[in-house]
């Protein structure tokens, strides 16, 4: 069988993730989505939704049970964040901290201690979690950061910089990158978990961004962690990027969600604006471009599932991941673009919803690797 061929597998979800995605659909749009813009404004980082998703169990859904969460795989980890980008950009950005990458990474290569300590924290909305890669001269390139881990003893002493991490203001765990050599031409670099009061480590100020959440400098000094908070070693650099296969797909989620959430408000503003004598929905310019969300969307949801249901060894393959991020990031851009045009003049003010969705959506393209280099990626295992 042809490679193609293999890679379409049929599925659909199981009654119980159908359910997940209800509950999350339900607790968003009663919850969340009347005061999207005022989280966005504030600034704020949203502890009253993030524990209320505790509550439901939604913020826990992907931790094992063991440790207190649903242990739940990607696929409901990507059905959550979509209904949470459907209706609060700023609360899937919150939440996919404790969904994500961060605590997914500890439940597959943490130790027993680390899981302990830190993961039922985590499911019940008391420890927030950040990850942490970026440094001013290490942004795509992840191979060239520069802040360094050093053995001494029982402890490994850490030195350098990152910029943009979110939720540096209310995380208590951050999950840092770091690099264990300087041996040139290899990519010693593991991470390690640092809590919020080590000394040595600190937070610079927020920078806001068109999003509304703020990124955050962080500046490592002489931080000494004990061995035990050592999360993977320098052999580890591919375990690390295969973990972000995952945050992948829940980066396309919430881009699906951004798109979705877009869509039904341009449906709805079609059914009740009148231009020419007849609702704008009865334009066939405007059915038509309804139409192609719809099949974008749809296209895009699919591609998400298929990566997150299909992962194996723990996470979904490079280049499923990369397909289903590259496609769903930039089909959101066209999806909120075309719903702006539906609501007209309205869709640039800013109490309409058109503009926010658009906004929300650019976010998708930046974080997580960006399309470029997914493109990478996929090329890549192409011409292998
Ligand atoms: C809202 C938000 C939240 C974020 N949160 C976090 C976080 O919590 N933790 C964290 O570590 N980081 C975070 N980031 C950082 C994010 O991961 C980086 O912005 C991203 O990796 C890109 O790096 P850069 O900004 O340095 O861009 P650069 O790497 O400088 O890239 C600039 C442009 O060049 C393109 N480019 C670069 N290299 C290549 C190449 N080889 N081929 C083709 N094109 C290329 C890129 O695609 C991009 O379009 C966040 C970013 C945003 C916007």
């Given at each position: 069988?042809?490679p193609?061929?293999?890679?379409?597998?049929?599925?659909?979800?199981?009654?119980?993730q159908?359910?997940i995605?209800e509950?999350?659909r339900?607790?968003?749009?009663?919850?969340?989505?009347?005061?999207?813009?005022?989280?966005?404004?504030?600034?704020?980082?949203?502890?009253a939704?993030?524990?209320?998703l505790?509550e439901?169990?939604?913020?826990?859904?992907?931790?094992?049970?063991?440790?207190?969460?649903?242990?739940?795989?990607?696929?409901?980890g990507?059905?959550i964040?979509?209904?949470?980008?459907?209706?609060?950009?700023?609360?899937?950005?919150?939440a996919?901290?404790?969904?994500?990458?961060?605590?997914?990474a500890?439940?597959a290569?943490?130790?027993?201690?680390?899981k302990?300590?830190?993961?039922?924290?985590?499911?019940?909305?008391?420890?927030?979690?950040?990850?942490?890669?970026?440094?001013?001269?290490?942004?795509?390139?992840?191979?060239?950061?520069?802040?360094?881990a050093?053995?001494?003893?029982?402890?490994?002493?850490i030195?350098?910089g990152k910029?943009?991490?979110?939720?540096?203001?209310v995380?208590g765990?951050?999950?840092?990158?770091v690099?264990?050599?300087?041996?040139?031409g290899?990519?010693?670099?593991?991470?390690?978990?640092?809590?919020?009061d080590?000394?040595?480590?600190?937070?610079?100020g927020?920078?806001r961004?068109?999003?509304?959440?703020?990124?955050?400098?962080?500046?490592?000094?002489?931080?000494?962690?004990?061995?035990?908070?050592?999360?993977?070693?320098?052999d580890?650099?591919?375990?690390?990027l295969?973990?972000?296969?995952g945050?992948r797909?829940?980066?396309a989620?919430?881009?699906?969600?951004?798109?979705?959430?877009?869509?039904?408000?341009?449906v709805?503003?079609?059914?009740?604006?009148?231009?020419?004598?007849k609702?704008?929905?009865?334009?066939?310019?405007?059915?038509?471009?309804?139409?192609?969300?719809?099949v974008?969307?749809?296209?895009?949801?699919?591609?998400?599932?298929r990566?997150?249901?299909?992962?194996?060894?723990?996470?979904?393959?490079?280049?499923?991941a990369?397909?289903?991020?590259?496609?769903?990031?930039?089909?959101?851009l066209r999806?909120?673009?075309?719903?702006?045009?539906?609501?007209?003049?309205?869709?640039?003010?800013?109490e309409?919803?058109?503009?926010r969705?658009?906004?929300?959506?650019?976010?998708?393209p930046?974080?997580?690797?960006?399309?470029?280099?997914q493109?990478?990626?996929?090329?890549r295992?192409?011409?292998?």
């Open positions: 069988m042809s193609t061929v293999d890679a379409v597998q049929l599925f659909d979800l199981t009654p119980e159908y359910e995605r509950v999350a339900r607790v968003a749009v009663e919850n969340f989505q009347k005061r999207n813009l005022e989280w966005e404004e504030s600034g704020e980082f949203p502890w939704n993030i524990r209320l505790a439901t169990g939604l913020l826990g859904a992907t931790i094992p049970e063991e440790y207190g969460g649903g242990g739940g795989s990607w696929l409901e990507a059905l964040l979509e209904q949470l980008g459907r209706s609060c950009y700023v609360t899937a950005m919150a996919l901290g404790e969904i994500g990458v961060q605590t997914q500890i439940a290569y943490g130790t027993d201690e680390q302990r300590r830190y993961l039922p924290k985590v499911a019940a909305g008391e420890l927030i979690c950040s990850v942490s890669i970026t440094e001013a001269d290490a942004g795509s390139d992840i191979g060239a950061m520069r802040t360094t050093r053995d001494d003893g029982d402890e490994v002493v030195n350098g910029i943009f991490c979110s939720r540096a203001d995380a765990l951050f999950v840092v990158y690099r264990f050599s300087d041996e040139p290899t990519h010693p670099i593991g991470a390690v978990l640092i809590e919020r080590t000394p040595g480590f600190t937070i610079g927020a920078e961004t068109l999003g509304g959440e703020a990124l955050y400098s962080l500046y490592f000094d002489d931080v000494r962690i004990p061995k035990g908070n050592v999360l993977v070693r320098e580890g650099f591919r375990r690390m295969t973990a972000f296969n945050q797909c829940l980066n989620s919430i881009s699906i969600g951004i798109a979705q959430g877009a869509q039904d408000a341009a709805a503003y079609a059914k009740e604006r009148h231009q020419g004598g609702r704008l929905a009865d334009h066939q310019g405007i059915q038509w471009m309804l139409a192609d969300n719809e974008e969307i749809q296209a895009a949801r699919q591609l998400v599932w990566a997150a249901a299909k992962a194996s060894g723990g996470f979904p393959t490079r280049s499923e990369a397909v289903a991020k590259v496609f769903s990031n930039e089909m959101a999806v909120t673009d075309r719903v702006l045009q539906i609501f007209g003049g309205h869709g640039w003010l800013r309409f919803p058109a503009g969705y658009l906004r929300w959506a650019r976010y998708g930046l974080g997580g690797g960006t399309p470029q280099i493109r990478n990626g996929i090329a295992e192409l011409l292998r």
